[in-house]
């Protein structure tokens, strides 16, 4: 078979030979160019994360069950890119081919009542399916076989295709990782709390929890350490109990440290710290001994030991850095979920089983978020704006949210942060996404072992692809995106067994032979692979198709499919089934109609006869009848002609009686109005007023008398407040002559100003050196460097390019001994020159051949070539590192030298500041000594007074003058008397005219009322008409009305009596009625029983043949597949049968259900299939496939990683198994990482990007 793929995919214009029989390996990449964005976070099985970019041939990537990938191969290239963005975590960038691993939605069933089903809905590849079931137990058994948490790998140019409700229900997702456990120097949970509520820089925590100060107390035991409290600051110190040798810290205290790969005694000597240094390196742990032992020397007072805690917290770059250092990271689940319970109980803040950690450090919240993640919980990063409480000022700061399953398992002390059990359904781990194009960009990707299954950065699961084959679009047409990239059509040509398929995407086309095309030729094909090649023929990768992993139903439709191949059975049944139903129904409809036909005849009773009520003869009874209605009708319409022209004339009657009481009402108001005017007239007469200009006068006279009265007030305050600034200014002169002696007493006496100026100067050159000083010796720690190692590292750089000429040498005469042959006869050696054989003039010896071999002088030189790039690179580091060390050593010495004692640089500080501080004090009195001498105006409080006085003056300057033409004669109470008696005389003036205006107002109102509602009755009733007329009126239609009324109720009753009557002829009609339809049921009953029970049999002679018609099948797939079974389980063998019933208990009785099931004994036991490892099921469907090939006749096989989960030697079974039982076809296998000496033909297929 051959096949030839152009612009298929990644095959520009390829063709394989497979052979026309035998076993053959398509063997290559798992991977396509499926890739990732440059720059997306993997993690690694070490716990670390690396760029994608930068992963090489060889690592280690973590997978999805906590155990390595390892890397076969990268690659790179262009594509077009997409993001996924997840709702919670980190989006990443992936290209178009790139396989997307996501969980679906769990399965579910419940009953529709619309439907009258059982639904089961489920995920399948990554597609929302739903079955119909009858019956609940049904339901959940098929339920039952459904995987719990399905998860499957699609392409994300197929998952764009989805529907939006498939896509709903498809999330990405996170897991959690196993670690080895690793000794660490610190307890988990005590690293956590001083990583939460400790101070950077010191080996204190705070806290006001009891019960947690006692449980670190409690931990402290064992590092002989203990806690002294300040208030609620907790500070680690050494316990006073140790018998340690003391040790001194960096401090400057004497004693014993260590520092840089050397253990230090130090002491103090005559003021000045000494030190001796015991290198590691060269002592071993006898270092610290000879530390020790020097020390005691010196006979110097013991001082504290070192603190273990802070010690730890530099060795592990904590001190003044705070993160979680990566062995804690990657330790075991106990110990991790011990750090996390540290930082909730001290930093954490925990409501609704959600745990909440802010921090200001980055990087601390970060590997904060990768513990929660490895823990399997959900963990989410995010940059937030915060006030600080203690400050008040905002700052951006970073949160991380955890929540998820088992968070009970966090062992937190306070009691309020305790968490528990998840109660939500929903998973926390899985998350919707969407997808957004972002167009032409580079990818990174590489091929892996195993599943393909690796984690992100931030613990997402996702996949590394598999390469697909276009047989199966060959033969059936399908498949998405099979154009390679850049391309607009492709075409696949499969030569097979005398046959040759030509198919084609766009155009859309196919030819078998050159002569049947399109649907002719795919008839040709479905002759030859039959309908069931994707179940008999073709094993996916994932195996979903497979029969083994099909539900018992779909197992029952394929092996009826089988068994009956020329029999629609499926329509035989259904319509057996459509004809029970029908009659079904029919007799249900009968029976029903007749039950209820006999429920209303038994309602019903033979009604009781009444007779005619108008005397007439049976022929007139309707004329009769039709006549008493017509009176009936007529006498009802006089009497409402009569009622409405009585409402008419009571109406008039009313409207009169109205307008006659408001006339008489108005008139009486008229003549009450006309009285009051005439008294209001008589009263205002009598009234005296001066008039308006005469009343402003009186006002103005009394007002010159009120300011005449503060004229004599403003004069006397006046006098006084003039003597009182005299006072003040004379006061205030005294004072600033005092002032200028102070200052001038107490300026510039402790130093001059110019004795300051060059103090300043000097104290900023000493703190310029001591910085310097400081800078110089931290950068003379950064470049220390071990001269005896590099001297080490030059003589072995000498030696090794030495050695490398020598091997290259030999590697010469090596490659030269190769074409070099030796007379049988003579021994002379002789070699091929310009296809001449020719002697050897200069001999080379046999020895090398014998002690030496080319490939391993290869190898040592290759060894050698990458030991001297190494140590040519690092060398001159290092030669650069020593000569900056000397460099700096020159400059530290050149600055002490300048000093007979160095300084202390805080205490230079502080005097600097206090000299600064009072030559500015200094000055300040200068600049105030200088205004007062040079200021002679007075104060403001002085100059605002005078201001004062000065208004002061001007206004009695003007009262004096407004009041000149003042008369003192005037008595001021009799004035005040006469103006208020003038005011009140005026304002009843005014209201006398106001209410005359008003009445005359309500005068003209109430003429007008009059006349209009006169004028309205006359308009409504033409005139005005007597009272009593009208009563007269209305008594006559009442007397006619009453006479019509006992005319209409003989009528009524006449009518009444002719309804019974009707009522009771309908009656005795419906009662006769049922009884006829009763006798007819009764005999379509018997006629519908009769036609459902011949249909009922029908239905049981049809099972009964498909029962007998599929226990053969059974027989026959069971007898097939064992042979398999056998060969592919040599060391445990294995029975698996399928039998056409399932066995259910229900308490000690056991039930047979009829249903398609399998029955599974191995290794002594009767086991389920989801008992089976990955590897026994993948062979147990393998054998079933293979034994229906065999049923089916297939031509082929195609088994794409069918052999993936098992190892080397069962790999070697399975194939040597194929070859024995399932000879003389073609079995074409897709597999990666195998032995290829076990097949009969490989094609090795290389990756493309």
Not at 453 to 481: E, Q, W
Not at 707 to 715: F, K, P, V
């Amino acid at each position: 078979m051959k096949i030839t793929l152009k612009n298929f995919r990644c095959y520009e214009n390829e063709t394989f030979d497979f052979g026309e029989n035998g076993i053959t390996l398509l063997s290559g990449s798992s991977g396509a160019g499926k890739c990732m964005g440059k720059d997306t976070i993997i993690l690694m099985y070490d716990g670390t994360r690396k760029k994608i970019q930068d992963i090489k041939e060889g690592d280690l990537i973590m997978g999805d069950d906590s155990t390595p990938r390892s890397v076969l191969s990268t690659c790179k290239g262009e594509d077009m890119m997409y993001e996924v963005i997840p709702t919670k975590g980190r989006p990443y960038i992936v290209n178009s081919k790139h396989i997307l691993t996501l969980k679906g939605n769990r399965p579910c069933y419940n009953f529709r009542k619309n439907r009258n089903k059982w639904v089961v809905r489920y995920m399948k590849n990554s597609v929302l399916k739903s079955k119909q079931f009858d019956g609940q137990d049904d339901a959940y058994d098929f339920y039952q076989s459904l995987e719990k948490e399905p998860i499957n790998d699609i392409c994300i140019e197929d998952y764009l295709k989805l529907g939006k409700t498939n896509q709903r229900y498809n999330y990405t997702f996170h897991v959690g990782v196993d670690f080895e456990e690793k000794s660490v120097l610190l307890d988990p949970y005590l690293l956590g709390i001083w990583l939460g509520d400790g101070t950077s820089k010191e080996s204190s925590i705070t806290s006001v929890d009891d019960d947690l100060i006692d449980y670190i107390k409690e931990i402290l035991i064992k590092y002989d350490l203990c806690l002294r409290k300040n208030k609620i600051t907790y500070t680690i110190i050494n316990s006073e109990e140790s018998t340690d040798i003391s040790h001194s810290n960096t401090s400057g205290e004497q004693g014993v440290f260590f520092n840089r790969g050397h253990w230090v005694a130090q002491w103090k000597e005559n003021g000045k710290i000494k030190g001796k240094y015991f290198s590691v390196k060269k002592n071993g742990e006898k270092a610290k001994v000879l530390a020790i032992e020097y020390i005691k020397t010196k006979e110097l007072i013991p001082k504290k030991r070192r603190n273990y805690f802070t010690d730890t917290l530099k060795k592990l770059k904590l001190w003044g850095n705070k993160h979680i250092p990566h062995v804690y990271k990657t330790n075991s689940r106990e110990n991790r979920l011990k750090l996390l319970a540290g930082l909730i109980d001290t930093d954490g803040y925990v409501y609704k089983n959600t745990i909440e950690i802010c921090q200001k450090r980055k990087q601390l919240a970060e590997d904060i978020e990768y513990l929660a993640l490895s823990l399997g919980f959900m963990a989410v990063f995010k940059q937030i704006e915060k006030i600080c409480t203690n400050t008040g000022v905002t700052g951006i700061y970073y949160q991380v949210t955890i929540f998820g399953e088992n968070l009970n398992d966090i062992p937190t002390i306070i009691k309020y942060k305790k968490l528990h059990q998840r109660c939500q359904t929903k998973r926390a781990t899985v998350h919707g996404f969407k997808v957004n194009k972002i167009g032409l960009g580079d990818y990174y990707g590489f091929e892996l072992d195993g599943n393909g299954r690796y984690l992100m950065g931030d613990f997402k699961v996702t996949h590394n692809t598999s390469i697909l084959l276009g047989i199966y679009f060959a033969l059936f047409g399908t498949g998405s995106k099979l154009a390679m990239y850049g391309k607009s059509s492709c075409t696949v040509t499969l030569e097979f067994d005398g046959m040759t398929i030509t198919r084609s995407k766009r155009p859309n086309r196919l030819v078998v032979n050159s002569i049947y095309e399109d649907d002719a030729g795919q008839s040709v094909i479905d002759k030859k692979f039959g309908d069931s090649f994707k179940t008999t023929g073709y094993i996916s990768q994932n195996a979903s198709d497979s029969f083994i992993l099909m539900s018992p139903i779909e197992k029952l439709g394929f092996l009826e499919k089988f068994a009956f191949q020329d029999i629609n059975l499926s329509r035989v049944k259904k319509r057996c089934k459509d004809l029970i139903k029908e009659r079904n129904e029919n007799l249900l409809k009968t029976t029903s109609q007749l039950e209820m036909a006999t429920l209303m005849l038994e309602e019903l009773s033979e009604p009781e006869k009444i007779e005619f009520p108008l005397k007439c003869s049976k022929k007139n009874r309707a004329k009769a009848i039709n006549n008493e209605t017509i009176r009936s009708k007529n006498t009802c319409t006089l009497i409402k002609r009569y009622k409405k022209k009585i409402v008419s004339l009571q109406k008039e009657l009313h409207s009169l009686q109205v307008l006659n009481a408001q006339i008489t009402s108005k008139k009486d108001s008229l003549d009450s109005i006309v009285e009051k005017l005439a008294d209001m007239s008589l009263e205002e007469s009598t009234i005296e007023y001066d008039g308006d200009e005469k009343l402003q006068e009186y006002q103005d006279q009394l007002s010159i008398l009120i300011s005449l009265r503060e004229l004599t007030l403003l004069q006397e305050r006046y006098d006084e407040d003039v003597l009182r600034l005299e006072n003040m200014k004379e006061n205030e002169k005294v004072d600033k002559d005092e002032k200028i002696k102070s200052i001038e007493d107490s300026i510039w006496q402790e130093y001059t100003k110019n004795d300051c100026m060059a103090t300043i100067k000097d104290y900023q050159q000493i703190i310029k050196d001591l910085e310097k000083l400081d800078d110089l010796k931290t950068d003379l720690d950064r470049y220390v460097v071990d001269e005896d190692q590099l001297a080490k590292y030059i003589e072995e750089l000498a030696a090794a390019k030495d050695t490398i000429e020598e091997k290259k040498k030999l590697l010469d005469k090596l490659e030269m001994q190769q074409e070099i042959f030796q007379c049988p006869s003579c021994s002379v050696q002789l070699r091929f020159q310009d296809d001449d054989l020719q002697i050897l003039e200069n001999s080379i010896t046999t020895e090398i051949h014998e002690q030496e071999d080319i490939d391993m002088v290869s190898n040592e030189i290759d060894k050698l070539k990458r030991k001297i790039r190494s140590l040519e690179s690092s060398i001159p580091i290092k030669q650069n590192k020593l000569e900056r060390h000397k460099e700096l050593s020159k400059s530290i010495q050149l600055i002490t030298e300048q000093y007979e004692e160095i300084p202390d640089l805080s205490e230079m500080k502080k005097d600097l500041e206090y000299i600064r501080s009072y030559k500015s004090s200094q000055e300040e009195l200068d600049r105030q000594l200088t205004d007062l001498k040079s200021n002679d105006s007075y104060s403001s409080t002085i100059s605002s007074f005078e201001k004062s006085l000065r208004k002061q003056a001007l206004k009695i300057k003007g009262l004096k003058k407004e009041n000149k033409k003042y008369d003192k004669d005037i008595d001021e109470e009799e004035l005040r008397l006469n103006i208020i008696t003038q005011k009140r005389n005026k304002e009843k003036l005014e209201s006398f005219s106001q209410e005359t205006r008003k009445l005359n107002s309500e005068k003209i109102t109430y003429e007008k009322d009059i006349k209009s509602c006169t004028e309205e009755h006359t308009e409504k009733y033409k005139k005005i008409r007597d009272v009593s007329t009208l009563e007269g009126k209305i008594q006559i239609n009442l007397s006619e009305l009453s006479a019509l009324e006992k005319k209409q109720e003989e009528h009524r009753v006449n009518v009444e009596n002719i309804e019974k009557y009707q009522e009771y002829k309908k009656a005795l009609d419906t009662y006769n009625s049922w009884s006829t339809k009763i006798e007819t049921l009764k005999k379509e009953e018997i006629e519908c029983r009769k036609l459902y029970a011949s249909a009922t049999l029908l239905k049981e002679k049809i099972l009964e043949a498909e029962s007998i018609a599929m226990l053969n099948v059974i027989s026959s797939i069971n007898t097939h597949t064992q042979g398999y079974l056998e060969a592919f389980f040599p060391d445990n063998p294995i029975s698996v049968k399928l039998v056409p019933f399932k066995e259910t208990k229900s308490g000690k009785t056991v039930k047979r259900k009829p249903q398609i099931n399998l029955e599974i004994e191995y290794k002594g036991m009767e086991a389920d299939i989801n008992m089976l490892s990955g590897g026994e099921l993948s062979r147990v469907i393998l054998s079933f496939a293979l034994a229906l090939g065999e049923m089916f006749n297939t031509p082929m096989m195609l088994l794409d990683e069918c052999t993936a989960s098992l190892d080397q030697e069962l790999t070697g079974v399975v194939m040597d198994g194929i070859r024995e039982l399932f000879s003389g076809k073609l079995v074409l296998i897709i597999a990666h990482q195998v032995v290829k000496g076990q097949f009969d033909k490989v094609i090795q297929i290389g990756t493309k990007d």
